[in-house]
């Protein structure tokens, strides 16, 4: 009954997003645990989110699938109205042209998002060993790719790599309050903050154990 009751409360955005997992091949057996838990996160988020997003993990095999099984059984009871697990790729799920991979490399900036498109987030942990590797891969599908408008809201004092939990957050987020710099500065830690645009805190600026475990993905 209380999770009927937290369902009924909770409003159904007109969003689709995908965490695509496409890069089971290129990561190592602690990354394969941080990706696994990365998705975990993302959809703890849409469970507790004022608005929840319509969530598709694609791709779902190999040895992240295996991570799942073996240490995340549970995710066959997850309910299907805050996330769809496939073995599928995305574009044999969703017509072509709704397509929009999110990458950092792009040079097209996403200014709002579309309840006609379908957003795709990559699924890897790659510490920068693979330069343009979601760029090269929405270009080779032949589908539309953009970045999130982070540098135009807040001034980063690194690179604007993100895990997939935050980068999930921060669409979540937006979703919520249709800000993006609320967004932004409700989910990116604050040491990635230059002086300026930092947030007050009553609790410094330390990162988090789960920030120190988790790696770094592109946005």
Known sequence: ??????????????????????FDEKMDAK????????????????????????????Q?????????????????????????MHDKEYIDLF??????????????TIETLDPKKVYVIGGIVDKNRYPRLTLDKAESQGIAHGRLPIGEYVKMSTRKVMTVNQV???????????DWKTAFMDVIPQRKFKEGDKPETE?????????????????
């Open 31 to 58: 990354e394969i645990t941080s990706i696994a838990s990365q998705v975990t996160r993302c959809y703890a988020v849409n469970r507790q989110a004022a608005k929840r997003v319509d969530l598709h993990v694609t």
């Open 60 to 84: 779902l095999h190999g040895k992240i699938k295996q991570r799942f099984d073996e240490k995340v059984a549970q995710h066959v009871f997850w309910s299907k109205d805050h996330v769809t």
């Open 95 to 108: 017509d072509k042209d709704e397509l929009v991979y999110l990458t950092a490399d792009s040079p097209n």
């Open 168 to 178: 999930f957050e921060m669409l979540v987020r937006f979703v919520d309050t249709g």
């Open 1 to 22: 009954m209380a999770k009927k009751r937290r369902l009924e409360a909770q409003e159904r955005a007109d969003v689709r997003l995908v965490l695509d997992m496409d």
């Open 203 to 219: 609790d410094g600026d330390e990162p988090s154990e789960e920030e120190k475990e988790e790696e770094k993905v592109e946005d």
